[in-house]
């Protein structure tokens, strides 16, 4: 059972469109990260969530962590071909707080063709 | 991914032979963690250690693997009497204590190979 279920597993889309990952859970994290990994590469650290309902951006990238602190998205705005790779979200759940014990994803593989 | 460094980024070991993988924090930070991604799997919790101390080895097979991070010296991963199972991406991350935001930061992994 994957406690972190990321959709779509893949998307390929065009230079230009939107598109929006998600990240549910039937359990609550204290805090949620998303991460972006190339291939050869380690994860790379995008954004940590830890307020229920709290929305950061990071230039075309929105990231919402939501009410209940079960599930999180994040969304792109007119992808551009750099935004291609594995983009991971993981959790800590309550009893791992102040750790860095996470619970990852199996990731969401973006193509963007130009 | 600036600052923790893993070496080496990649290593073939034959069936039976042992693994060493090491790991130094980035500056400042107290508390290693080591993640294993097998190919078509996410990644998954290994241990999480602190100078001198396992804090947390419940993701580590019982057997064959064992983690250290001594006073000196970087963390260090061994796999005894390889099988081709243990192919994979291994990747190191740390973080200062307390860890704010349960927020880790990542090497570049080292990739393991076994023939």
């Known amino acids: 059972t994957q406690l972190l279920e990321q959709s779509p597993q893949f998307l390929s889309i065009q230079e230009g469109e939107n598109l929006t990952v998600y990240c549910n859970s039937s359990s609550v994290f204290s805090s949620l990260q998303w991460y972006r990994q190339e291939p050869g590469e380690g994860p790379v650290l995008l954004v940590t969530?830890?307020?229920?309902?709290e929305v950061k951006k990071l230039k075309r990238l929105t990231f919402q962590f939501g009410d209940a602190r079960k599930d999180s998205s994040l969304h792109i705005t007119a992808a551009q071909p750099g935004d291609t790779g594995l983009y991971l979200c993981?959790?800590?759940?309550?009893?791992?707080?102040?750790?860095?014990?996470?619970?990852f994803g199996q990731g969401t593989t973006l193509q963007v063709k130009p | 991914n600036a600052g923790v460094m893993q070496n080496p980024r990649h290593l073939v070991r034959r069936r039976g032979q042992e693994a060493r993988l090491r790991c130094s924090p980035m500056k400042g930070h107290s508390h290693v963690y080591w993640y294993r991604q097998l190919p078509e799997e996410g990644l998954k919790f290994m241990v999480y250690?602190?100078?001198?101390?396992?804090?947390?080895e419940s993701g580590m097979p019982k057997e064959r693997f064992s983690a250290e991070f001594p006073k000196e010296g970087p963390s260090i991963l061994r796999i005894q009497q390889v099988v081709r199972g243990d192919s994979a991406a291994y990747f190191c991350?740390?973080?200062?204590?307390?860890?704010?935001?349960?927020?880790?930061?990542f090497g570049e992994g080292s990739w393991l190979t076994v023939v």
């Open positions: 993981a959790g800590a759940r309550r009893g791992s707080s102040n750790t860095g014990k996470l619970i």
């Open positions: 991350a740390s973080s200062p204590y307390p860890v704010p935001g349960n927020t880790i930061y």
């Open positions: 969530v830890v307020t229920g309902g």
């Open positions: 250690l602190q100078k001198e101390n396992i804090i947390d």
